[in-house]
C-alpha cells in the first residue's frame, strides 16, 4: 500500500523556519522524482520545489529561492523541505508528491500525501 505522510507543519511567526518532512512507503522511492506543492485558500495547487530521484538536481518557484531547500534521504525514504524566512503568503497546506514516467510502458505513477498545513501569522 503506497503512502506518503507529510509532518511538520504548524503556526509559525514571519521570519520564522519549519522544516517539512514526507515519509514514503509501498514503492521503490529512489527510482521517484519528489515534490512539494502547496494550495492556498481558494487558489490552485502549485508546484514549490523538485527534486530527482538521486537529490543531483533541485528546482524552485521564483516565488520561495533562496528561502526554501529541498532534500531527500534515500537511504529513509523522506523527502524533506526546509522553510526559512517565512512570509504570510506562505501560508497553505503543503502536499508531498511522487512522480516516476517509465518511458519503456509510457505508464506515469503519481502519488499524493494528505497534506499539512503551514501557518504564517503574528
Known amino acids: 500500500q503506497v503512502q506518503l505522510v507529510e509532518s511538520g507543519g504548524g503556526l509559525v511567526q514571519p521570519g520564522g523556519s519549519l522544516r517539512l518532512s514526507c515519509a514514503a512507503s509501498g514503492f521503490t522511492f529512489s527510482n521517484y522524482v519528489m515534490a512539494w506543492y502547496r494550495q492556498a485558500l481558494g487558489k490552485e495547487r502549485e508546484l514549490v520545489a523538485g527534486i530527482t530521484s538521486a537529490g543531483g538536481t533541485t528546482s524552485y518557484a521564483d516565488s520561495v529561492k533562496g528561502r526554501f531547500t529541498i532534500s531527500r534521504d534515500n537511504a529513509k525514504n523522506t523527502v524533506y523541505l526546509q522553510m526559512n524566512s517565512l512570509k504570510p503568503e506562505d501560508t497553505a497546506v503543503y502536499y508531498c508528491?511522487?512522480?516516476?514516467?517509465?518511458?519503456?510502458?509510457?505508464?506515469?505513477?503519481?502519488?499524493w500525501g494528505q497534506g499539512t498545513q503551514v501557518t504564517v501569522s503574528s
Open positions: 508528491n511522487a512522480l516516476d514516467v517509465v518511458v519503456a510502458t509510457m505508464r506515469r505513477y503519481e502519488y
